[in-house]
């Protein structure tokens, strides 16, 4: 079957670095989402990896590493409008997002 | 419009009647999709089409239709609801599904409920 396993809920400090785990088990890949998702509101699309390795865009990063299936997100210089939940999805080989039940990141002053 | 637009923003109904959501996106995106979202639990998918005149079931499609009449449009209909049917609903669209990264873009939702 078809498997999303993060952390429920964590928590943070404003300015410090946290790193979001995923793991998955999918039928086929085709890349990996992150999504921010704020209370009451739509998920966004942060990152996308296909290939092994490290994508930076700005204070986040999404790592992927396709043989343990994992992935990892890295939120730098943390600021409190970055408690949200933070969806992992993996693409299966139909091309369709599984997702997990996301990690609700809570950021304390 | 700009993105995705649904409507109702919420609703509230009683069991048993038969309910429309709707869903337009104006970037003319082949894909759409229809996700319910649950405390706990991840997005789940009910309905999605590829392309427009085409419709396919998702992971929990039971008690749930769609219709894919133009690009545009991709309405949820729920024939006669249940209580178990109360949830957040949203839609989204992808500019295609096969290759490239198929980034979806979400609708604010709609948040039903089912008494």
């Known amino acids: 079957g078809q498997n999303i396993d993060q952390p429920t809920e964590m928590t943070a400090t404003e300015g410090a670095i946290v790193q979001i785990n995923c793991t998955y088990q999918?039928?086929?890949?085709?890349?990996l989402f992150w999504y921010q998702q704020h209370a009451g509101e739509a998920p966004t699309f942060l990152s996308y990896n296909v290939l092994d390795g490290l994508e930076e865009k700005g204070r986040f990063s999404s790592f992927l590493s396709r043989s343990k299936g994992y992935s990892y997100l890295l939120l730098k210089e943390l600021q409190m409008k970055d408690s949200a939940s933070y969806l992992c999805a993996p693409l299966d080989s139909n091309y369709q997002l599984i997702w997990g039940a996301g990690t609700k990141l809570i950021i304390k002053p | 419009i700009a993105g995705i637009t649904q409507a109702p923003t919420s609703q509230i109904l009683a069991a048993g009647r038969r309910m429309t959501l709707r869903c337009t996106q104006d970037m003319r995106h082949n894909a759409m999709y229809w996700y319910r979202q649950d405390l706990g639990l991840g997005l789940r998918l009910i309905h999605y089409?590829?392309?427009?005149?085409?419709?396919g079931k998702g992971e929990v499609p039971d008690g749930y239709s769609v219709s894919r009449a133009n690009t545009d449009d991709f309405p949820l209909t729920l024939a006669s609801a249940v209580p178990s049917q109360t949830s957040v609903y949203f839609c989204?669209?992808?500019?295609?599904?096969?290759?490239?990264?198929?980034?979806?873009?979400f609708g604010p939702g709609t948040r039903l409920t089912v008494l």
């Open positions: 999918t039928s086929g890949f085709n890349g």
């Open positions: 089409s590829n392309t427009a005149g085409t419709t």
């Open positions: 989204a669209s992808s500019e295609g599904t096969s290759g490239g990264r198929g980034e979806q873009f």
